[in-house]
């Protein structure tokens, strides 16, 4: 999947570092679930990241912004219709359905920590149903990071770009691959046009801003 096609940078550092922080910590708190304290700070700190995640995505810049990718309902459905022709179109920043899954992690990972801390109040001692919550919801955040990791490694091979590598280095083609099912659809309405940019991103059709 190497590309010489000429890059964009599109993730910001604060995108791709709380992206691998949070993706470690979640992981090692499925690992290490043993409620003790270093689950349940391993838990918090996840929380931290997603939180700083947030703001940025009201105050930062460029892709990493919600301007730039939040769904609404007209886009997922738009997205999902193009996916089952196998037309779904490239983005710069998250398609439609990926950024809906982002939304739907984060808030498990604040749903987890909540019930967490409801399984040891004093309040709810002897009641079972915070942890049992807990262990529901710990086992969707596992399937549902299980088909994110999957639709990262398809949506890579249908675009011949490597969407894995993209959040380490930031960078992305600047303009779709040849025989990708999207060419001229999903992208910035010139793709031969000189890179703009990660503002490039938000010019995308689909998007708000
Ligand atoms: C990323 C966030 C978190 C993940 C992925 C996670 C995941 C898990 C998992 C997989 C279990 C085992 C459940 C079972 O055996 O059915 C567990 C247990 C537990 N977790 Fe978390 N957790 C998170 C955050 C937290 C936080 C912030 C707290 C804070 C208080 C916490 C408190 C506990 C406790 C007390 C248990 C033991 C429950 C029991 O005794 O059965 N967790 N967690
Ligand atoms: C517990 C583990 C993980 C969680 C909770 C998670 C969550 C997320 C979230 C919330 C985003 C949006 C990033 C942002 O806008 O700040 C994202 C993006 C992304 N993640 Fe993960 N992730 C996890 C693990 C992984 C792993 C292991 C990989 C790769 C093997 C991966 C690949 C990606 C890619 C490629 C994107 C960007 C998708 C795009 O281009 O639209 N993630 N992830």
Redesign the pocket.
Same mark, same amino acid.
């Given at each position: 999947m190497k590309s010489s096609r000429q890059s964009i940078l599109?993730?910001d550092p604060?995108?791709?570092i709380?992206?691998?922080a949070?993706?470690? !910590?979640? @992981?090692w708190d =499925?690992y290490e679930d043993s409620g003790g304290p270093l689950h349940r700070n391993l838990g918090y700190a996840?929380v931290c990241v997603?939180l700083v995640?947030v703001a940025?995505?009201v105050a930062g810049p460029g892709a990493?912004n919600f301007r730039a990718?939040l769904p609404d309902r007209s886009g997922v459905v738009a997205y999902l219709k193009a996916a089952v022709t196998g037309q779904a179109p490239r983005?710069l920043?998250?398609?439609p359905l990926?950024?809906l899954?982002? !939304?739907v @992690?984060?808030a =498990?990972?604040l749903a987890l920590a909540a019930t967490g801390w409801m399984s040891r109040l004093d309040m709810l001692w002897g009641e079972d149903w915070p942890k049992d919550i807990h262990g529901v919801l710990a086992r969707l955040?596992l399937a549902?990071?299980g088909l994110?990791?999957a639709?990262?490694?398809l949506?890579?091979l249908v675009h011949k770009e490597n969407?894995?590598l993209?959040?380490v280095t930031g960078k992305?083609p600047a303009a779709p691959a040849a025989g990708s099912p999207s060419v001229g659809t999903g992208e910035s309405p010139n793709p031969s046009a000189p890179p703009a940019g990660v503002d490039s991103a938000d010019r995308s059709p689909g998007r708000r801003g």
């Amino acid at each position: 999947m190497k590309s010489s096609r000429q890059s964009i940078l599109v993730w910001d550092p604060v995108v791709r570092i709380t992206h691998w922080a949070v993706a470690a !910590l979640v @992981l090692w708190d =499925l690992y290490e679930d043993s409620g003790g304290p270093l689950h349940r700070n391993l838990g918090y700190a996840a929380v931290c990241v997603v939180l700083v995640r947030v703001a940025w995505g009201v105050a930062g810049p460029g892709a990493g912004n919600f301007r730039a990718w939040l769904p609404d309902r007209s886009g997922v459905v738009a997205y999902l219709k193009a996916a089952v022709t196998g037309q779904a179109p490239r983005y710069l920043s998250h398609t439609p359905l990926g950024a809906l899954m982002m !939304l739907v @992690l984060w808030a =498990l990972i604040l749903a987890l920590a909540a019930t967490g801390w409801m399984s040891r109040l004093d309040m709810l001692w002897g009641e079972d149903w915070p942890k049992d919550i807990h262990g529901v919801l710990a086992r969707l955040l596992l399937a549902l990071v299980g088909l994110h990791i999957a639709a990262a490694i398809l949506m890579s091979l249908v675009h011949k770009e490597n969407l894995i590598l993209s959040m380490v280095t930031g960078k992305k083609p600047a303009a779709p691959a040849a025989g990708s099912p999207s060419v001229g659809t999903g992208e910035s309405p010139n793709p031969s046009a000189p890179p703009a940019g990660v503002d490039s991103a938000d010019r995308s059709p689909g998007r708000r801003g």
